[in-house]
Every structure is written in structure tokens, then in C-alpha cells.
């Protein structure tokens, strides 16, 4: 059954599927978005999915998957996912923005950004900057200091737990002050870490 509505073509399709297709999302994209997602899915560590696509001021949102195997409980526009590493991509994609349009130079002392000055945040006179921020190689320790003090016997489950809590009681002030206990063990630019 397809009916048109407002230049889109809205398909439902026998296992109650809605799809949509428009002059900014033709019918091959979204078989490709379909295909990609189903061979996503085969890998046992990925149970559920849902593709986001932004075009020409249209979003669209597609969902695969259970969130829990065998439940049939299928992700929604509302299911909330961990994206961890994901927004690596999209730190290093606005900050090219910003480099591209002048607003941030990779060579800038980091504290340039910060609301005080960190004498900490270098290393015998070179400072952390921009540049090591985005290629992870500032020196800066990675997690909460009070993650080191956990047990590493922990199920990955148990672990994400008490880093979520961890995360929860985060605040900006609680950031700034643990900011000026880091003692940088190296110069900037060396490790990757």
C-alpha cells in the first residue's frame, strides 16, 4: 500500500514497517541503509540499531533489531543508546568546522578555552594543545580518578554501573577542580592514549 504525502511516498509494509521515501531519500538509499543495518545486526555483540539521516532539513529515523534478543522489543525514537567513541566524530567534525572558518587554531595552548589558568596543564613549558586534544595524545588521563580505586574484577556490566554513577555526579565545577590536580608525567604529543 503506498500513498503520496507532501512530495514523499509513505510505504507500510506486511510486517508493519513504515518506510518513507522523498525526493531527498530515494527508495535505492534507504535498501542500502536496509542492507547495511541488517549485516550490522549479525554481529552477536549488537542486538538493536537506529540509523538517523538529515536531509534537506528532512530527518529520518530507522530502527532494526531488539533491544533485547528474543523480546521483540524493538527500538523507538525514544530508545536511548551509549554512543561512547561515536562523538569522537562529531567533536573532530566541528572542530575542523571551527578551524576551517578561523575560529580555532590547532596550535592553541588549550587553556586559551578555559575559564582560569592551569599551570598544571603542561609539561616543563609545553602546554597541551588543541591539536593533542583531538589526536589523544595530551597526556590528560582518560576516565575518573576514583575509577583507579575500583575493583577490576568487575562484570562489564557492574563496571558500567559505577561509571555511570561516577558520570551522573559529575558537575562543570567538580570538572574544573579535579582539572587542577592533573600532573602531566610527559610532554604533550608523545603518547597516544
Known sequence: MAQSLRNSHVVINCNKSIEIYSDSI???VKQIIDKNAQKTLKDPLINSLSIGLY?????YT?????????????????????????TKTFTGTLASKAVLE????????????????????EYKGDPIKIKHLLTHTSGLPGGYEEMNEISSNLSEIEFNNTYLKLENKQTKEKFFKDLSKINLTEKPGNTFN
Open 55 to 59: 536531509v534537506n532539513n528532512v530527518s
Open 26 to 28: 530515494s527508495k535505492h
Open 102 to 121: 578561523g575560529k580555532l587554531n590547532l596550535e592553541d595552548d588549550i587553556q586559551r578555552y578555559l575559564p582560569q589558568t592551569y599551570p598544571n596543564l
Open 62 to 86: 530507522f530502527h532494526y533489531g531488539e533491544l533485547t534478543k528474543g523480546k521483540g522489543d524493538t527500538p523507538t525514537n525514544k530508545t536511548i543508546y551509549e554512543i561512547a567513541s561515536v
